[in-house]
């Protein structure tokens, strides 16, 4: 959540435009001001580029994280699960690596991070379909399939130049943000099954406290 609320104030601070259609979404964390012209041409100008790659890395973070603490509710015992959870904490690492190598000073180290979310990622998406337990929706656990077939679609698309009238930007948003869309759904999900756990382990503690003197 805290990406999409940063990227929207990072994207509102430019003087030009920025465009969902016409620019990346590194195009925010980019350290310079500068005319671009590859993939495409652009001129990029992020003032709040700190601000975006604090957000990268703090993603990063927090997927790995979420990857490796999530347990028995969200996931089942195998290879499949396993695996799912090994690539969505690699799609982490390319977050992280994203935020610390912007694109305009570290251009390989950033396309290294690039290709673990959108590969890597995109494949753990795929595997989580198969992953998660049946406690967890079978709507959830269909259109997670589903949106790592289209995220690793677009992101071959993407690769190979061909936008389908969305733009480079718009593009790489389909190959990108399943994931992203996923993990705050999953998360979502996990608070909502511990929820009912909280009011009975909070009235344990209580009854655990010695009584007070009067």
């Known amino acids: 959540m805290q990406f999409f609320v940063i990227h929207g104030i990072a994207e509102s601070a430019w003087a030009r435009p920025y465009s969902w259609a016409r620019n990346n979404i590194s195009d925010l964390g980019n350290a310079h001001c500068a005319?671009?012209?590859?993939?495409?041409?652009?001129?990029?100008c992020s003032p709040q580029h700190d601000l975006m790659n604090v957000s990268f890395i703090a993603l990063g973070v927090l997927l790995v994280v979420g990857a490796a603490m999530t347990g028995g509710f969200l996931?089942?015992?195998?290879?499949?699960?396993?695996g799912a959870r090994f690539l969505l904490a690699g799609a982490g690492v390319g977050f992280a690596l994203a935020g610390l190598a912007p694109a305009d000073i570290h251009e390989n180290q950033h396309i290294l991070g690039a290709i673990l979310i959108m590969a890597t990622g995109n494949i753990g998406l795929l595997l989580a379909g198969f992953g998660l337990t049946d406690r967890v929706p079978n709507p959830l656990r269909w259109v997670t399939t589903l949106?790592?077939?289209?995220a690793i679609t677009a992101f071959g698309l993407f690769l190979s130049h061909h936008y389908l009238g969305l733009g480079m930007g718009g593009m790489e948003r389909v190959a990108a943000f399943p994931l992203l869309v996923w993990a705050l759904a999953a998360g979502v999900l996990g608070l909502i099954h511990q929820a009912p756990r909280m009011p009975d382990a909070m009235v344990?503690?209580?009854?655990t406290q010695p009584a007070r003197r009067s």
């Open 75 to 82: 996931w089942r015992r195998g290879s499949a699960a396993t």
């Open 147 to 150: 949106m790592g077939i289209t």
């Open 35 to 44: 005319l671009q012209t590859e993939p495409e041409p652009r001129y990029i």
């Open 204 to 207: 344990a503690g209580k009854m």
